[in-house]
């Protein structure tokens, strides 16, 4: 199978510049998988082979798109799509007849696993801050011995907003991963937060919006379901994932609370729960354990190969 990418417009520094898919392909077979957000893009043509019998695209950042105006119909140049929203492709199924889209797990490179590190930090968040939620979070980690590693380019201006109480910024991939394996805890949300009546207006204007369950909440309590890819890193990393509940906790497909990962409820609960896990350290060790164990499948390798088989995630 062969790869093509386009991370052209893609932020520097993001995860799809290191799934590195194109190192497993191939230049023969008739099948070609293309990732990057820029062939979702108007426009954007496919490479043009007569011999080819699949086009298939990886889409890592569903259901977000629906938020912009970007048409429905954008990806139909694709004969599959392999999707980490299992509720948008079950609804875009749905609404377009057939079985096009596809469930797939969000990948990471196994050349990036950081070797065990001492723990020297408490707690660590990294990524963007995306309102009100994730800067009462982000005071409550400074309480504790923390780390927080942000960008300071292609930032929302809340994050700008924040960035003085970053630790590391623009960090390598390979320093943020060593960074990670050094904190004890890792705080991740699995969900976008809904930003305006724009937002709103553009997901309603999408046929049969309301059949999709990742738009259940997207008025009430103004955000919608998206895996991130900070759990895997945390998992891979040795690093306990203390994660956000929601209204649909997508982080139950691929992992198993209390067994590789530990809920907080709400804010409310945040620090007693970080107090928790330092306190009984020990006994969270193998958590952390089955959780690195686990992660071991959503390997891109494990992508590529699925993909190729012409499988997908259950």
Partial sequence: MKVVKDLSIEVPGTNAHYFRLEELGTEDGSDV???????????????????CRRKIYLNVTMPTEFCSRQPTGVDDKFDEIYGICPYTNRWLNGIKGGNKYKDIFYPFNEADIPAPQ??????????GIHGDTYSRMLKIMRKFHYRYMTQTHGINKTTKKH????????????????LISRCR?????????????????????????????????????????????????????????LVKKDPWNVIERYYTPDVDFVYFEDLEELEGKIQDILNHWESYRPMMESAYEKSMKYTTRNLFNMIRNNQEWK
Avoid: M
């Fill in 118 to 127: 001492e723990k020297l930090y408490d707690v660590c968040y990294h990524g």
């Fill in 185 to 241: 805890i890792s705080i991740c949300f699995n969900t976008f937060d809904i930003r305006n009546d724009d937002d709103i207006g553009n997901v309603k204007a999408r046929k049969n919006w309301r059949d999709n369950e990742a738009f259940r909440h997207i008025e009430d309590l103004k955000i919608a379901p998206q895996f991130k890819s900070r759990c895997n890193e945390a998992a891979f990393s040795r690093t306990l994932n």
């Fill in 163 to 178: 960035l003085k109480y970053a630790t590391n910024t623009n960090l390598t991939n390979d320093e943020k991963l060593q």
């Fill in 33 to 51: 998988l293309y990732y990057g957000y820029n062939f979702l893009e108007s426009g954007c043509s496919l490479e043009s082979d007569v011999h």
